[in-house]
């Protein structure tokens, strides 16, 4: 029974995550999936206070706290929903089955009438070391597609070059 | 009549002016500018020091702006990993008795007022020519660290001193429960200046990085420490510390030593930086395939030896003369020159002919460098 109840019990997945705050957005980067997120205030607060110990009701209450205006129980929910898809809530994490709706519905049963922001939680493009300056290691054929990637090494050892003016190829073997 | 459109290189200087300090003025350009500029600045490194300087203004909700934007949470959030991953190389050099220093990457992003705002591809260590092969070895073990440590055997020609008096001058710097050996400001500044000089001043962030280390020296900052002993060497630093300040605005208090500020900057210095800067940064020499790729396609020498062109400046570092000699042409020819023939007297063996790159004057200056991926001066 008790175990039963915890599945319902919301926590932060921090295994294989980095977080780093911005003003105004959380960054996740999950280094298991490759993939990062940005989190505005209202799903960062949430996800924060999910630590598999409080209640839905407890993470209204603190959402409440923080934001100093009422906040609809289905804020939450939106949050989690989103959370969960990205895998960024322990698995174990399960939603009760009459919670189990479509982030369209819940935004459609919310309206604009909150008066607290919509949680949102959107994918960003993975950082790779070739964005920051180098080409790092080797770069997916799929990613030799603009001038940034010209000179990098790609997967199948070959060198991304641009062929024809806006047409780039992993082509010379240069690597 | 047609109005003369602003060069990108100078729209991007306008827009990275004071941009890495805790306040500044609203930018100075126009939403049709900063779409001209945006591939060029996320191409060099400097998206996320774009988005900075726009963030507060209206050129933050367009386009190009949103496209900055996500360059900056990216490099935050590739910053929050590699100093995680440096802190893990430097506990193992450290368990295997190895002191390396970390150079540019981390130990100049670290000076500027937020993370992510100077991205960096690789770790660039140096440690002493005696343990320089050990330190080989143990990279070799540390295989599943993705990411490029660029081992420098001392510190080749990007510093002048001797490598025991320049480990004796670096300094602690703490990385979150890890302190890690830099360099120390006068040597940071001398390597900042040195190398952006040696890839002919291609991207605006090493220039911001020569801005950030002038700004945030110490007061007993040793000036005749950081100019070197050699004449030339003393005018390259003047001469960027002298292009940083008419580009970028950097250190409007004039506190710089008299030799520096004595130093004529010549007129064909900015041109120069400024159109190389309207350039993608990925049509740099030392982002192009190494030349034995052509071999077999002949049709592509004349792209190949076209891109290989120095600028002056690279012209004039490489052949250690001074930026005040009237005709830098004559450097660039030498230089071209002189690469083509060390490239060609390579090229009866077979075993050279494989290890000669286009990055031969990278790998010049970091002689005896081991890179663990491929090498684009980080």
Redesign the interface.
Known sequence: MKRSKSRHLPKARTSGI???E?PG?L???D?KRHA?Y?LNETAASIWKQCNGKRTIIELVRRLEKSCKVPVDERIVWLALNQLEKRHLLDPRFSFPSQRVMSRRGLMSSLGLATAVALPIVVS??????????????KIPVAQCN????????CTINL?C?QTLPGVFTCI???? | MRVAQISCGRLIARLLARSWRSSFPAPELNETQLARIAPLLLDSGAGALAWRRISQSELAHTAAGLELQQAFRQHVLLSGYFEMKIEEVIRAFRGASLEPILIKGWSIARAYPLSGLRPYGDIDLCVRPNDYERAVRLIKTLADTPLGIDLHCGFGMLLDGDTDRIFERSAMAKLGKTSIRVLSDEDQLHLLCVHLLRHGVARPLWLCDVAVALETRTDNFDWEWCLGLRQCRANWIACVIRLVNEILGADDDKNLPANVTNTDLPKWVIPTVLKQWGVPFANHPSRQPALRTYLSRPLWWWKALKDRWPNPIQGIVSHNALFSHPVPLLFQVGSYVRRAAQYSAALPYSSLLWDVSAHAHLDAENSGSANQEHHAGN
Do not use: K
């Open positions: 980095l977080t780093r911005i957005e960054l996740i980067y280094m990062a940005c960003i493009i993975a950082p790779t070391a070739v964005q920051a300056a180098t080409c790092g290691g603009n001038v940034s990637r010209v000179g990098c090494c060198t070059t010379l073997p240069a690597c």
